[in-house]
């Protein structure tokens, strides 16, 4: 079973619009990870956030994470059509290192 | 820093053959993970490595999958008596310590006929 649920599942918008995506999870974190993919490729990390924190940016990126709602964010801003992709947010729970990922948000963006 | 490798990217296979996946993390990681992804799905967890020692195993890795790291270096990843069901993007990843960023690699595709 997977521990992390983004929504939504897909998502279309235009160049210059911003895009944001939700991740909810079940138990409790060591840090959340926010990963993308192109299609058939490797995953490229986005933006890792620890449980003592609520907020990062990272260029377009942002990053909240809500501990007591179990949940996190991702917004990127002015977006480009070089953003199309699958974006994933993954949980960190264990001390093994063991990430657990959700299904992905679909991002298309369109010129 | 050259990033985690895999080979091959790309791997047909029919059903009953053994197939072995490389992957090569960032040097000086000493953690290793195999995951694997299925289309339309998030990547699953497969098996851990610390160095040489393999710590955890998910579930999903059934007898006929086996994962080494000799010498806490590359590791590979074996499916015997493939399976239809075998078929998905094996994914590995390397970080330098636990809770720190995971990088992965290219992945590698099997599809099993």
């Known amino acids: 079973s997977q521990q992390g649920e983004e929504d939504p599942q897909a998502l279309s918008i235009q160049e210059g619009e911003n895009a944001t995506m939700n991740c909810s999870y079940k138990?409790?974190?060591?840090?959340l990870q926010w990963y993308r993919q192109n299609s058939g490729r490797g995953l490229v990390h986005l933006i890792l956030?620890?449980?003592?924190?609520r907020e990062k940016h990272s260029g377009r990126l942002r990053v909240t994470l809500d501990t007591s709602k179990k949940s996190s964010s991702l917004l990127i801003t002015a977006s480009r059509a070089a953003d199309t992709a699958s974006y994933f947010c993954?949980?960190?729970?264990?001390?093994?290192?063991?990430?657990?990922f959700g299904a992905g948000t679909q991002v298309v963006v369109t010129p | 820093d050259t990033g985690v490798s895999q080979d091959p990217r790309h791997k047909i296979t029919k059903r009953g053959q053994n197939v072995t996946f490389r992957c090569d993390p960032i040097s000086e990681h000493n953690r290793l993970y195999w995951y694997r992804q299925t289309l339309g799905q998030g990547p699953e967890f497969l098996t851990y490595?610390?160095?040489?020692?393999?710590?955890?195993k998910s579930r999903l890795l059934s007898d006929r999958f086996s994962a080494e790291r000799p010498k806490g270096s590359f590791s590979t990843l074996e499916i015997q008596r493939t399976e239809q069901g075998d078929s998905a993007m094996y994914l590995c990843?390397?970080?330098?310590?636990?809770?720190?960023?995971?990088?992965f690699g290219p992945g590698t595709r099997l599809l099993v006929l």
């Open positions: 138990t409790s974190i060591n840090n």
């Open positions: 990843a390397s970080s330098p310590r636990t809770e720190e960023t995971q990088y």
């Open positions: 993954a949980t960190l729970t264990d001390s093994w290192g063991k990430l657990q």
């Open positions: 490595f610390q160095n040489e020692a393999q710590l955890e």
């Open positions: 956030i620890r449980s003592n924190e």
